[in-house]
């Protein structure tokens, strides 16, 4: 039978003998399957290359940058930042490392490294991952703790708590990283994925082991610990929701009392200006603190008001009649009518 694999990019080799193998007893070519010889053409192979490889520069760049930023600012050494900076780190390793090979090995088409390097590439990729698991993990409880159990944070994430949990999950991915390497399946060349990983295939119960411990208790406690975060951040929201209802309120009674009081004081002093002598108001506006010097206050005072100002301030200018407190005539106005 006549097998279709990818050489290097040069083009596509048509071989009747592949003698060539790669741990795992897997063909070098990024076959597809075996009864369904697939194969990617030269097309294929370098626009997946030349995606990876921005990929790779992007993230070694936006990792590196990170360490940087908070190395350099004091501001920024915090609990929380160091699970950061340990999730940085493994993405760093992955960039630095394994994607490289990954992206030569895809210009290839083939595998072109040892069985020790594939299993090699294949426990830094594992360690990797779980690490980055662990990381997340951490970072939710600890945002957890911070939002939930704010008096508790800084008791529980201290310095060297903080190191001890970033060492305490540094391990535990490296020692789940271990098994593929003493039997437990093995670290193989996976030719789509042009990577060396675990060969779930071959021992599936590793697998269940790894999903379950590696990734499902992991992502069961993120997402606790996100949904706690969310209930507790609506509660607050509710709470200062209602404490802008009560004080909104109260500012409205405060409002409509005031208005009330300035009401009623109006009604007075209009009937009283209306019904009373008008020598009342000069003497309550006098000494009430709301009307004293306000506009409306002057006019509600009437003419006594005017013409007692008038007087004082200009004793010499014009005459009153005593009606009204308007003057004579225009004369009488500029100071020129008969005394």
């Given at each position: 039978?006549?097998?279709?694999?990818?050489?290097?990019?040069?083009g596509?080799?048509?071989i009747?003998?592949l003698?060539?193998?790669v741990?795992g007893?897997?063909?070098?070519?990024?076959?597809?399957?075996?009864?369904?010889?697939?194969?990617?053409?030269t097309?294929?192979?370098?626009?997946?290359?030349?995606?990876?490889?921005?990929?790779?520069?992007l993230?070694?760049?936006?990792?590196?940058?990170?360490?940087?930023?908070?190395?350099?600012?004091k501001d920024?050494?915090?609990?929380t930042n160091?699970?950061?900076?340990t999730?940085?780190a493994?993405?760093?390793?992955?960039?630095?490392?394994?994607?490289?090979v990954?992206?030569l090995?895809?210009?290839?088409?083939?595998?072109i490294?040892s069985?020790?390097?594939?299993?090699?590439?294949?426990?830094?990729?594992?360690?990797?991952?779980?690490?980055?698991v662990?990381?997340?993990c951490?970072?939710?409880i600890?945002?957890?703790?911070?939002?939930?159990?704010?008096?508790?944070?800084?008791?529980?994430?201290?310095k060297?708590n903080?190191?001890?949990?970033?060492?305490?999950s540094?391990?535990?991915?490296?020692?789940l990283s271990?098994?593929p390497?003493f039997?437990?399946?093995?670290?193989?060349?996976?030719p789509?994925?042009s990577?060396?990983?675990?060969?779930?295939?071959k021992?599936?119960?590793?697998?269940?082991?790894m999903?379950s411990?590696c990734?499902?208790?992991?992502?069961f406690?993120?997402?606790?610990?996100n949904?706690?975060?969310?209930?507790?951040v609506?509660?607050?929201?509710?709470r200062v929701?209602?404490r802008?209802k009560?004080?909104f309120?109260?500012?409205?009674n405060?409002?409509?009392g005031?208005?009330m009081r300035?009401?009623v004081?109006?009604?007075a002093v209009c009937?009283?200006?209306?019904?009373?002598?008008?020598?009342?108001?000069n003497?309550?506006?006098s000494s009430n603190?709301?009307?004293?010097?306000?506009?409306?206050?002057?006019?509600?005072?009437?003419?006594?008001y005017?013409?007692?100002?008038?007087?004082?301030?200009?004793?010499?200018?014009?005459r009153y009649?005593?009606?009204?407190?308007m003057?004579d005539?225009y004369?009488?106005?500029?100071?020129?009518?008969?005394?």
């Amino acid at each position: 039978m006549v097998t279709y694999i990818v050489g290097p990019v040069s083009g596509i080799i048509n071989i009747t003998d592949l003698n060539k193998t790669v741990p795992g007893n897997e063909t070098n070519s990024r076959i597809a399957g075996t009864d369904n010889e697939l194969y990617f053409s030269t097309g294929e192979l370098v626009a997946e290359g030349l995606v990876l490889t921005a990929i790779c520069i992007l993230a070694i760049t936006g990792n590196t940058c990170m360490w940087i930023i908070v190395i350099r600012n004091k501001d920024l050494r915090t609990v929380t930042n160091s699970f950061l900076l340990t999730l940085a780190a493994a993405d760093l390793m992955v960039s630095i490392i394994n994607m490289p090979v990954t992206i030569l090995t895809i210009f290839r088409g083939q595998w072109i490294f040892s069985e020790t390097a594939c299993t090699a590439l294949g426990f830094i990729n594992m360690l990797t991952l779980v690490t980055s698991v662990l990381s997340l993990c951490n970072i939710s409880i600890n945002r957890y703790i911070m939002v939930c159990k704010p008096t508790k944070f800084k008791d529980v994430y201290t310095k060297r708590n903080a190191i001890i949990m970033i060492a305490v999950s540094t391990s535990l991915a490296f020692v789940l990283s271990l098994p593929p390497i003493f039997g437990w399946t093995n670290y193989s060349y996976a030719p789509i994925q042009s990577i060396c990983f675990s060969d779930w295939a071959k021992a599936p119960s590793y697998a269940i082991f790894m999903i379950s411990c590696c990734f499902g208790c992991p992502l069961f406690v993120m997402l606790i610990c996100n949904l706690m975060i969310l209930r507790e951040v609506r509660r607050r929201n509710r709470r200062v929701m209602n404490r802008k209802k009560i004080h909104f309120k109260a500012v409205v009674n405060v409002i409509t009392g005031d208005k009330m009081r300035t009401l009623v004081l109006f009604a007075a002093v209009c009937i009283a200006s209306i019904l009373g002598d008008t020598n009342t108001f000069n003497k309550y506006h006098s000494s009430n603190k709301y009307l004293g010097g306000s506009t409306s206050g002057k006019y509600l005072g009437g003419s006594n008001y005017y013409k007692n100002r008038y007087q004082n301030r200009y004793p010499s200018v014009g005459r009153y009649n005593n009606q009204g407190g308007m003057y004579d005539d225009y004369n009488d106005r500029l100071g020129l009518g008969c005394k």
